[in-house]
């Protein structure tokens, strides 16, 4: 079993900037890739950003593509994101996702967060 647990996410103005991070526990041995999807309000998840666990590749998407940086830290089983500049279209429930392939993970990962709310004011 994997549990994956985001940080809280919050209030942010416009043009402002975050940081989200996201730990890993339980049956980690045959990960090899973590990332991020979204949620917002009345429409579809989207992919937002991933990481290869061993090999540190990313890939974003092309909303975010320039104002994201995804990152981990293999000794803490943590993975982060940081966004800058963000947009009231950014505003969405964001959800770590993990999943033993590199490429799934940005379809469709095995295993979900809970997700948390980021909201960005105008």
């Known amino acids: 079993q994997v549990q994956l647990v985001e940080s809280a996410g919050g209030l942010v103005q416009a043009g402002g900037s975050l940081n989200l991070s996201c730990a890993v526990s339980?049956?980690?041995?045959?990960?090899?890739?973590m990332g991020w999807f979204r949620q917002a309000p009345g429409k579809e998840r989207e992919f937002v950003a991933a990481i290869s666990w061993s090999g540190g590749g990313t890939r974003y998407s092309d909303s975010v593509k320039g104002r994201s940086t995804i990152s981990r830290d293999n000794a803490k089983n943590t993975v982060y994101l940081q966004m800058n500049n963000l947009k009231p279209e950014d505003t969405a429930v964001y959800y770590c996702?993990?999943?033993?392939?590199?490429?799934?993970?940005?379809?469709?990962?095995?295993?979900w967060g809970k997700g948390t709310l980021v909201t960005v004011s105008s």
């Open positions: 996702v993990a999943d033993p392939s590199y490429t799934r993970v940005t379809v469709t990962p095995n295993y």
């Open positions: 339980g049956r980690t041995f045959s990960l090899t890739a």
